[in-house]
């Protein structure tokens, strides 16, 4: 069975740091790796994704790494400002067959709360 | 605007009573999906549908139902069995077979 563990479980830092999100799972045999940001009482939005056979994604300040023999993917935040302050979850894509059909499975983190101060 | 619709934001459920979710999107996806998150918790799948007329259970379908009659609509019903049902709901869609999930605003369900 597929798990995910998010390391920290919160991280408050000052205004302008560069940050490190951390994600592990259990199976490599995953078909890609996401990153999302969770606004309080809100949906999640995609930050990035990361195919398999990737090793990185680049979104403005975000990076993402992927280490799929490892199980481990990284978030970096660059010149962090209070706006980044969210929950961010990863989640690891899988197929499964289940009722005659094979369908896409995400598998989530538990998240991590960021808070970036003024 | 294309998008997923939840509604209603908040609601309110006594005891042994069922109610229902809505989830509603308009960007013509196939697959159509329904998460519980629990405060500190990542999302847990409840049951998923990749076309009409056809769903399946995820990993914690026990005390809920759905129906799948039209592509557009994927409600969710909490039924009186579910004993725990405080949470936040979320309702995601994709294109069939495919990755990316777009997720509704969410639902948080309370109990009087």
């Known amino acids: 069975k597929q798990e995910v563990t998010q390391i920290p479980a919160a991280l408050s830092v000052p205004e302008g740091e560069n940050l490190v999100l951390n994600c592990s799972f259990t199976?490599?045999?995953?078909?890609?790796l996401q990153w999302f940001r969770q606004d309080p009482g809100k949906g999640l939005t995609s930050l990035l994704l990361?195919?398999?056979?990737?090793r990185e994604q680049t979104s403005g300040r975000l990076n993402a790494s992927l280490d799929k023999s490892s199980g481990r993917s990284t978030l970096y935040i660059a010149a962090s400002q209070p706006g980044d302050s969210a929950t961010y979850l990863c989640?690891?894509?899988?197929?499964?067959?289940?009722?005659?059909?094979?369908?896409?499975?995400?598998?989530f983190g538990q998240g991590t709360i960021l808070t970036v101060h003024p | 605007d294309g998008g997923i619709t939840q509604s209603p934001k908040y609601l309110f459920r006594k005891e042994g009573q069922n109610v229902t979710l809505s989830c509603e999107q308009n960007?013509?996806?196939?697959?159509m999906y329904w998460y519980r998150q629990d405060p500190g918790q990542g999302l847990r799948l409840i049951y998923y549908?990749?076309?009409?007329?056809?769903?399946q259970k995820g990993d914690i379908a026990e005390g809920y139902s759905v129906s799948r009659e039209k592509k557009e609509s994927f409600p969710l019903t909490v039924t009186s069995a579910q004993k725990n049902p405080t949470a936040f709901y979320l309702c995601?869609?994709?294109?069939?077979?495919?990755?990316?999930?777009?997720f509704g605003p969410g639902t948080r369900l309370l109990v009087l």
């Open positions: 995601a869609s994709s294109i069939y077979r495919t990755e990316t999930q777009y």
């Open positions: 199976d490599s045999a995953i078909y890609n």
């Open positions: 990361i195919q398999s056979s990737q």
């Open positions: 989640a690891v894509s899988h197929w499964l067959n289940a009722g005659g059909t094979s369908y896409g499975k995400l598998t």
């Open positions: 960007l013509n996806h196939d697959a």
């Open positions: 549908s990749q076309i009409v007329n056809d769903f």
